[in-house]
């Protein structure tokens, strides 16, 4: 199964370098310099290609881009046709004091709606990208949340998180974003707003 990361800000890079020597990756960048150069770093082949021609032979796409950007590039790019297409964003507001929606909507609805025929699956967005630099074993009990309409593709998506060395919860239709993004954005206010870090993440706990 191969992947391609669109974006390689610091969720492309993490996730790129848990990834990288398990699984066939796919970088679609802008900058087939830096992206070539990035590659040569990790283990297994990796190869470089633009946004369509990564998402056109791969499996699964992940949009490693900011809100706006993978929005537009979900209206535009039509190799996401009938792929996998994960949405790791948050949709923050320009000074990240907020979000830019919610609860009658989220930015995996949104991104569903401008790709129809792909089958859009809300994951790693509650996840900080300095987590992908711990041990593994750091991180296996981290919940990476998985949301969307196509079961299948949830499972693959919650298998790739497992892959990446994190733990997976399946929450339930895409629907289930409206309440992920909020959790993403509680978990962006504590760590930077209230001062704890980026070395935290939500979980829940089973008591008695």
């Known amino acids: 199964m191969s992947i391609a990361i669109l974006g390689l800000g610091n969720m492309g890079k993490g996730l ?5 020597g ?6 679609g960048a802008h900058d087939n310099a830096a992206a070539t150069t990035f590659a040569g770093l990790l283990p297994g082949h990796i190869k470089v ?3 369509h021609d990564a998402a056109k032979i791969s499996d699964i796409i992940i949009l490693a881009l900011p809100y706006a950007a993978a929005l ?13 297409l994960v949405d790791i964003t948050n949709p923050v507001n320009a000074d990240y004091s907020g979000l830019l929606m919610g609860h009658s ?3 995996a609805e949104e991104i569903q709606k401008a790709a129809p ?17 711990a041990p593994p074993a750091a991180t296996a009990n981290v919940p990476v949340f998985v949301a ?9 998506v919650a298998a790739l998180a497992r892959t990446a060395g994190f733990a997976s919860e399946e929450v339930g239709d895409l629907s289930q974003a409206r309440l992920l993004e909020p959790l993403g954005m509680l978990n962006i206010r504590m760590g930077f707003g209230l001062g704890k870090g980026t070395g935290i993440a939500p979980n829940w706990v089973t008591v008695g």
């Open 117 to 133: 025929r792909a089958k859009v699956v809300k994951a790693f967005n509650t996840i900080f990208s300095s987590l992908f630099d």
């Open 72 to 84: 537009a590039e979900a209206g535009s790019n039509r190799a996401f046709d009938d792929k996998i």
């Open 49 to 51: 290609a633009n946004y």
């Open 22 to 27: 398990k699984t066939d990756i796919v970088f």
């Open 148 to 156: 969307g309409n196509d079961a299948a593709a949830v499972g693959i």
């Open 105 to 107: 909507t989220s930015a």
């Open 16 to 20: 790129a370098k848990r990834l990288a």
